[in-house]
Structures are given as structure tokens and as C-alpha cells.
């Protein structure tokens, strides 16, 4: 059975490449271009994971996810945001991990199968505050191309 994902981001052109890496990946994909076509979503169907740009058009995305997690308490998420030091924001919405853009794909589907594997105590002491992992996954260094 397919793990479905959430993802939420208002850059259609992220959501596409996400969703199709996403699919490749085995996952089934539900996609919002806002805060409140993800609450819509979140509210008719269940998620296993919620994929978040932090940075949503209109709200915080922080704020999206607490009210988010009134209807479905322990799920998985991840924030992803273009700004930097959000590290501390994140963790207190009680996000699994934190990407900054640029995306390094390669890890951003590693941390997934992690939090989609993890136990459901890990994730109720996140929610309860008690230290548990949190994964930081800083902005994908830019590659230099030489020109002959």
C-alpha cells in the first residue's frame, strides 16, 4: 500500500517536480497550492506525511501546520522553507525535519522513509515536547561548473 503525502507549496512548478519525484518514489501525492486548499485536503482525506512550505502564500506556514494538526495529531511533516535560521520555529510546530531551499532530493527522500518508519512513541513524545530526533537538512551547496 501507497504512503500518501501531502504537499503543500505555492510554486507550481516545485509542486510538479516534487509530485513526480514523489510518485517515483512509490508514494501517492496530494498536492495544495495554499494554506487553505491544505486544510481542505487534510480534512477529507488521510495523510501519512505532510510535505510543508513553510513559507505559505497568505499565512505562516507554522501556524497552517498547528491548525493542521487539530484534525490529525501525530502525523509526520516536514517544513521546507527559501528562509534561513527557522530552525527553532520548526521544531516548536513540532516538524520531523526542516529543509531549506535549494532541495537536495537525494536527502529530502531519505528523511521521508524515515519519518513515514518511525514509531508512532517517537512521534507523540515530538508532539509532547521530549527530545527526539529532529532532522536539519541545510541548503543543497551550490555546484561550481567549470568553463574551460
Not at 509542486?15 to 508514494?27: F, I, K, P, Q, V
Not at 512521534?123 to 532532522?135: C, D, K, Q, S, T
Amino acid at each position: 500500500m501507497k504512503n500518501t503525502i501531502l504537499l503543500a507549496d505555492g510554486d507550481p512548478a516545485v509542486r510538479r517536480m516534487l509530485s513526480r519525484l514523489l510518485a517515483e518514489e512509490n508514494y501517492f501525492v496530494v498536492s495544495a497550492q495554499n494554506a487553505d486548499q491544505m486544510l481542505e485536503v487534510w480534512s477529507h482525506s488521510p495523510v501519512d506525511l505532510v510535505l510543508l512550505d513553510l513559507d505559505v502564500p497568505e499565512q505562516n506556514g507554522g501556524r497552517v501546520l498547528q491548525r493542521c494538526r487539530t484534525l490529525h495529531p501525530a502525523v509526520r511533516s516536514i517544513g521546507i522553507t527559501s528562509q534561513p535560521n527557522q530552525i527553532l520555529p520548526a521544531m516548536a510546530s513540532g516538524v520531523g525535519a526542516l529543509m531549506e531551499k535549494p532541495l537536495d532530493l537525494p536527502k529530502l527522500l531519505q528523511v521521508i522513509r524515515e519519518l513515514v518508519d518511525e514509531p508512532s512513541e517517537t512521534r507523540r513524545a515530538r508532539m509532547a515536547g521530549r527530545p527526539v530526533e529532529f532532522h536539519y537538512l541545510p541548503p543543497k551547496p551550490n555546484e561550481s561548473v567549470e568553463v574551460p
